[in-house]
């Protein structure tokens, strides 16, 4: 089955900084790449994602990049806010079931400093 | 729009005893999943229904976890006996159908005495 690792499991930055979460998969089938925000006693937001047919995507301040042929995508978000702080959860998807069957990575807790 | 609700918020429980959590999903919403969340840990898919039919539950320890989804709207997990292993968050999550973004509720936190 599908197996998600997530570098680094936390990251502080300065306001303003840009801040990289990584994401490695290992199952080739699998073509939905999500990421979800998830804020002290709420659940998991998603924030963005991107299907295998791109190769990268902007929203605003985030992004996220992939490359298939080495199995690994990236969150990228820029002009970092304090409000930014929360855990990041990459997820894969394989996308030949016809439904979404999300395998998550472990997290990356996220602070944003003043 | 109401988001994923869920119910209780909090639940504490000694070992062997029986607990039972209530999600209702997003208005129109077909699929519907259940998901452990480890502290520390991403979550976990527990149970995947698609209206009141299970599409996969390859991940439920089912010599003690159940849900059901009798009516294809709201749904229920129940674990008996529980185990002091059991103790995490208990996200539920719906979407349109089932490739479509899944929104996820506020979950349960359990803890197991």
């Known amino acids: 089955g599908e197996n998600v690792e997530q570098h680094p499991s936390t990251l502080s930055v300065q306001e303003g900084d840009s801040a990289v979460i990584k994401c490695t998969y290992s199952?080739?089938?699998?073509?939905?790449f999500p990421w979800y925000k998830q804020e002290l006693g709420k659940g998991p937001q998603l924030i963005i994602d991107?299907?295998?047919?791109?190769g990268e995507k902007k929203d605003q301040r985030i992004a996220v990049t992939l490359n298939k042929t080495a199995k690994h995508f990236s969150l990228h978000i820029t002009e970092t806010q304090p409000e930014d702080s929360a855990v990041y959860f990459c997820?894969?998807?394989?996308?030949?079931?016809?439904?979404?069957?999300?395998?998550f990575g472990t997290g990356t807790r996220l602070l944003v400093s003043p | 729009e109401a988001g994923v609700a869920q119910s209780p918020r909090y639940k504490i429980i000694e070992k062997r005893q029986s607990v039972a959590f209530w999600c209702n999903p997003i208005?129109?919403?077909?699929?519907l999943y259940w998901y452990q969340q480890i502290l520390g840990q991403g979550p976990k898919l527990l149970i995947q229904?698609?209206?009141?039919?299970?599409?996969?539950d390859s991940q439920l320890p089912k010599d003690r976890f159940s849900a059901e989804r009798l009516k294809g709207v709201d749904s229920t997990l129940k674990i008996q006996p529980a185990k002091l292993e059991d103790s995490a968050v208990y996200l539920c999550?719906?979407?349109?159908?089932?490739?479509?973004?899944?929104?996820f509720g506020p979950g349960t936190r359990l803890t197991v005495l």
């Open positions: 999550a719906s979407s349109f159908a089932g490739i479509d973004t899944q929104y």
């Open positions: 199952d080739s089938a699998s073509n939905y």
């Open positions: 991107i299907r295998s047919n791109v």
């Open positions: 997820a894969a998807s394989p996308g030949n079931t016809g439904f979404q069957k999300l395998v």
């Open positions: 208005s129109g919403h077909a699929t």
């Open positions: 229904f698609q209206n009141n039919g299970v599409v996969d």
